[in-house]
T-cell receptor, first 120, second 112 residues
Framework: DAGVIQSPRHEVTEMGQEVTLRCKPI?????LFWYRQTMMRGLELLIY????????DSGMPEDRFSAKMPNASFSTLKIQPSEPRDSAVYFC??????????????????FGPGTRLTVL | KQEVTQIPAALSVPEGENLVLNCSFT??????LQWFRQDPGKGLTSLLL?????REQTSGRLNASLDKSSGRSTLYIAASQPGDSATYLC???????????FGKGTKLSVIP
């Protein structure tokens, strides 16, 4: 298995530009997570999806951030307009829900390599 | 709100030494606790996952313990090697959800 795939790996943009980050989860995983990592705040969950439906977006910092999951194999995180304080490493992760109707929490989350975003 | 703290923030040890990394959490109503490893410029890799009913998990030279009542977990690394140099993070899920709360990590350097 190729693991979780993220693109681009590095993105440098100017303030005010639109940024789109992409993620392909592991096949068969029905949960997908977007995280942001900074030195000051550490790793924070932004939003997560189950079966392509957003479940909890309470971590999304503001309306400039939006995330979509049009199908089971693709998700995007968009920032419009971008600001210097958005500079961070953005990670995507996925996990299977297991055989139980409710999450059994026995499976770990599998992380992609991250996208390092720099907004000038 | 769950808070996860890891002490120390950084640790440097000579090769071959045994070491312990600490993780504490404020809400003991957790389903499990996970330890991850993060190498520079890379994503997180799961090392060990301890269910709330367990007290410890072992994988090779790694042993993780969990004491829910005191809100603490430790990651023990035996006979450390330079390849163990990385940042180690612990994380706990929220009640009834997959939302993980992470500590800020301990950056480990093993000196040859």
């Amino acid at each position: 298995d190729a693991g979780v795939i993220q693109s681009p790996r590095h993105e440098v943009t100017e303030m005010g530009q639109e940024v789109t980050l992409r993620c392909k989860p592991i096949s068969g995983h029905d949960y997908l997570f977007w995280y942001r990592q900074t030195m000051m705040r550490g790793l924070e969950l932004l939003i997560y999806f189950n079966n392509n439906v957003p479940i909890d977006d309470s971590g999304m910092p503001e309306d400039r951030f939006s995330a979509k999951m049009p199908n089971a194999s693709f998700s995007t995180l968009k920032i419009q307009p971008s600001e210097p304080r958005d500079s961070a490493v953005y990670f995507c992760a996925s996990t299977p829900s297991g055989s139980s109707p409710k999450p059994t929490f026995t499976d770990t989350q599998y992380f992609g390599p991250g996208t390092r975003l720099t907004v000038l | 709100k769950q808070e996860v703290t890891q002490i120390p923030a950084a640790l440097s040890v000579p090769e071959g030494e045994n070491l312990v990394l600490n993780c504490s959490f404020t809400d003991s109503a957790i389903y499990n606790l996970q330890w991850f490893r993060q190498d520079p410029g890379k994503g997180l890799t799961s090392l060990l996952l301890i269910q709330s009913s367990q007290r410890e998990q072992t994988s090779g030279r790694l042993n993780a313990s969990l004491d829910k009542s005191s809100g603490r977990s430790t990651l023990y690394i035996a006979a450390s090697q330079p390849g163990d140099s990385a940042t180690y993070l612990c994380a706990v899920p929220g009640a009834g959800s997959y939302q993980l709360t992470f500590g800020k990590g301990t950056k480990l350097s093993v000196i040859p």
